[in-house]
């Protein structure tokens, strides 16, 4: 069974920058994309950005100018750098993959990140 986990949420300052990680329990090369996204309260959840296997990263249009996705395959984690945090970007923050085999999707269980002074 995957498992992904996330890390790294908290409080923020705005203004400020959050760094998440996503670990997942084995190779990310099973995956052909992993993304992360977001749900605040009394909202749908956000697709922030995905990175695909073969190489492009996709960002949407809300933070795109603030968001950065990267992928370390030695150690199975992907990452999100979001930067100048406003209180609207609070949230629970989660992580997706879909398995390259049979496009199954799996997901964390999702990281708190709040934005407040």
């Known amino acids: 069974q995957v498992q992904l986990v996330e890390s790294g949420g908290g409080l923020v300052q705005p203004g400020g920058s959050l760094r998440l990680s996503c670990t997942a329990s084995g190779s990310i090369f099973r995956f052909n994309a992993m993304g992360w996204y977001r749900q605040s309260s009394g909202k749908e959840r956000e697709w922030l950005g995905t990175v695909f296997s073969t190489g492009p990263t996709n960002y949407a249009d809300a933070v795109k100018s603030r968001c950065t996705i990267d992928a370390d395959t030695e150690i199975n984690t992907i990452y999100l750098v979001l930067n100048s945090l406003i209180p609207e970007d609070t949230a629970v923050y989660y992580c997706?993959?879909?398995?390259?085999?049979?496009?199954?999707?799996?997901w964390g269980h999702g990281t708190q990140v709040t934005v407040s002074s």
């Open positions: 997706n993959a879909r398995d390259r085999r049979n496009a199954s999707e799996y």
